[in-house]
Structure formats: structure tokens, C-alpha cells
């Protein structure tokens, strides 16, 4: 229970927790990447590892706990609000060789650390946006509104090389943490409406497309067990507004259901002698009930 609070992002976040964030991230080998503290936020959404034998004994369970259950950052979309909530630099899911040569210190990193105080994705996103600011020009004297904010307010003397890497920082990102490109949250709910709609009058239950994670940070942890690698490609869940509808029925059915001898198959129905009717067997490695053949039977179709 000690690591579900301590991946509490919400304002409920205890105190403990921060300052667990400063010794873990305190604690760690000598040569470390990223080697300044600060920007070492947080161990589970960082590729960085503290030196775990030399932590409290009670953040030492925390952290052996989350890494011997594989603990990380999973799912098959995300909402930008969590996307742009994971830090930047260090990201757990960048193309890192491409983003570690975009972060060797300079005198642009280091205003970007320093006076822009950028941190999370979403820092980023917000500098490189300035470069889409109205009259902005490739220049350091670049005098549109966003580089006179940067200027002013965060004492940058040349905004558009700093937005220019943050920008850049951000193409690191695959489609699937890259909060710039198409993702699944900008249709699904206008998707899943018009679904019901078409259904409404119908005896069909919509097919739940939506797949995207909401919420904060915490919600977007798994568990997993296997070290199998997860692909980081953004989905497309998008309907093909060519495509031509067809109606599907599908069922499962299981012969000894619940008991130890138990087969599950499923069918898949268009119209009499439509050569895409199929029946499937569940193979022998899934569980054999009749939910399975239930899910199989959909997967199928
Ligand atoms: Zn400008
Ligand atoms: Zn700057
Ligand atoms: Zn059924």
C-alpha cells in the first residue's frame, strides 16, 4: 500500500512521498544519468535506478516490491493529461539514444533546467509551441509574444534554440506518449456516440471501443510479470468512414463449463453460406469457459 500512495499524483499525495522522491532520488550511483538531482523525479517513470541498498529500510521494500513486480508505466492509449505528466528528460519510453544526445549539457539544456524550469512533457510541449507563436522568427531577437514572455519571465536570451530542442526532445516520443500527434482520445467518445446512435433503435449492444487510459499518472501503472516488451506505436482506432457496415453475431458456448474437462468453442455468423462464417476452437493454453469463448468469438469476428 506504501508504493499505491507513493504513485498518488493527485493533490491527496501525502508528504512522506515527496520526501521519499528527494532521498530515492538522492540515493544513487555515482554515475547516474541524469546526473543533476532535480531532474531525477521519479525512479518508476525514469529509466534511472537508485541504489537501492542504501535507502531507508521501509523505501528499499517499496522499491525492491515494484521492481520485482515489474511495475511500470502500460496501456494502450493514453489521455494527453497523463502523457504530458511524465517527465521529459530521462523519459521511459523515448528513443533514448536520440533523446540522451539532445540532453549532453549546454548552454541550451541548461536554460532549459534552469530558467524555464521544464520538467514533464508538457513543459516541453508548451515551449515548443512558441515556435507556432504568430511572427515568431528563426532568431534569437525574435521579438514575438512568446519569445518576449520567455525573455522576460524566465530570463532566456535565445527562446528559439531552446524551443527548437524541446521541440526536438519531443520527436523522441513514439505515437503512443507523443502528445502532439493523433491519438485515440481526440475520436473515441465522437466514435462511441454515433455508434449508439446508429444502435439506439436496434436490439445490438455497441461494441466498447474506447481504449484510452484517463485520470493522472497513477492510473496509467500495471503490473506485469512477464519482461515481454510492449509496443510503444500509437493505435488507431479509427473507423473507415469508406468502409461499408456489416452485421456480425457472434457466440461463444463451453461443454462442461467450470469443470476440469471443459471445451470452449467459438462461432462467428454473417448470412447463410457467407464464406466468413467460422467456428473456432479455444485453444488448449486459454482458460476453457464460456466467457473465453464468448471473447475469442468477438476477437474472431
Ligand atoms: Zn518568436
Ligand atoms: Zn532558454
Ligand atoms: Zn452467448
Redesign the pocket.
Known amino acids: 500500500m506504501w508504493l499505491k500512495s507513493y504513485l498518488d499524483f493527485s493533490a491527496d499525495r501525502p508528504m512522506w512521498a515527496y520526501l521519499a522522491d528527494d532521498l530515492i532520488a538522492s540515493h544513487v550511483p555515482k554515475a547516474c544519468r541524469p546526473s543533476q538531482p532535480e531532474l531525477r523525479l521519479n525512479t518508476f517513470l525514469q529509466n534511472w535506478n537508485p541504489k537501492v541498498r542504501n535507502l531507508p529500510n521501509e523505501l528499499k521494500g517499496m522499491v525492491n516490491v515494484a521492481k520485482k513486480y515489474g511495475l511500470r508505466l502500460e496501456g494502450l492509449a493514453f489521455s494527453r493529461n497523463i502523457m504530458r505528466s511524465v517527465p521529459m528528460w530521462d523519459h521511459p519510453h523515448a528513443r533514448r539514444k536520440e533523446l540522451s544526445r539532445l540532453c549532453y549539457q549546454s548552454k541550451v539544456t541548461t536554460c532549459l533546467r534552469s530558467n524555464h524550469r521544464a520538467r514533464t512533457v508538457g513543459d516541453f510541449e508548451r515551449l515548443a509551441s512558441?515556435l507556432d507563436?504568430p511572427g515568431?522568427?528563426p532568431s534569437a531577437e525574435?521579438e514575438?509574444a512568446?519569445?518576449m514572455s520567455l525573455e522576460n519571465n524566465d530570463v532566456c536570451e535565445h527562446?528559439?534554440e531552446c524551443c527548437t530542442r524541446a521541440r526536438q526532445m519531443i520527436a523522441t516520443l513514439p505515437g503512443k506518449w507523443n502528445p502532439t500527434v493523433r491519438q485515440p482520445e481526440d475520436y473515441e467518445e465522437a466514435t462511441m456516440g454515433e455508434i449508439q446512435a446508429q444502435l439506439a433503435e436496434s436490439s445490438f449492444a455497441p461494441f466498447d471501443r474506447r481504449v484510452t487510459t484517463y485520470g493522472d499518472l497513477g492510473q496509467a501503472f500495471r503490473i506485469f510479470t512477464g519482461a515481454d516488451p510492449v509496443s510503444n506505436t500509437g493505435i488507431s482506432m479509427e473507423i473507415d468512414e469508406d468502409g461499408s457496415r456489416l452485421e456480425v453475431a457472434t457466440d461463444g458456448s463451453c461443454t462442461h463449463n467450470g469443470e476440469a474437462n471443459a471445451r470452449a468453442g467459438a462461432g462467428v455468423f454473417i448470412s447463410d453460406d457467407n464464406i466468413l462464417n467460422c467456428s473456432v476452437r479455444v485453444p488448449a493454453y486459454i482458460d476453457q469457459s464460456n466467457q473465453t469463448g464468448e471473447a475469442i468469438a468477438t476477437l474472431t469476428a
Do not use: A, I, L, S
Open positions: 512558441t507563436e515568431h522568427r525574435c514575438c512568446g519569445c527562446p528559439h
